[in-house]
């Protein structure tokens, strides 16, 4: 199993970015799926979170900013970013509770960075 992030770069403060993060191998089912980041010099910390049945939550830092939405035939998983801030600027992982047919754990992507700059 592995997930790949994508969709991160360069914005300028205000402007929006979408990343996406899709899982692929022999998976069964994926339950909950999250975004994390971390920033230079700082602990990754949970952004939002999205579980099977649709329920939401998110980070105080980026409460009406950013949607998580996720495809479930598609295995995917979206992060919306918009009026970002130089603060959002860090590594963006995303993480997946995945059952295959052996067992059920936690999955991490390989991170994309998302820099807020003028």
């Known amino acids: 199993v592995q997930l790949q992030a994508s969709g991160g770069g360069l914005v300028q403060p205000g402007g929006s970015l979408s990343l996406s993060c899709v899982a692929s191998g022999s998976i069964i089912s994926i339950n909950t799926m999250r975004w994390y980041r971390q920033a230079p010099g700082k602990q990754r910390e949970l952004v939002a979170v999205i579980a099977s049945g649709g329920s939401t939550d998110y980070a105080d830092s980026v409460k009406g900013r950013f949607t998580i939405s996720r495809d479930i035939p598609k295995n995917t998983v979206y992060l919306q970013m918009n009026s970002l801030k130089f603060e959002d600027t860090a590594v963006y992982y995303c993480?997946?509770?995945?059952?295959?047919?052996?067992?059920?754990?936690?999955?991490w992507g390989q991170g994309t960075q998302v820099t807020v700059s003028s």
């Open positions: 993480n997946a509770d995945i059952r295959t047919a052996r067992f059920t754990r936690g999955y």
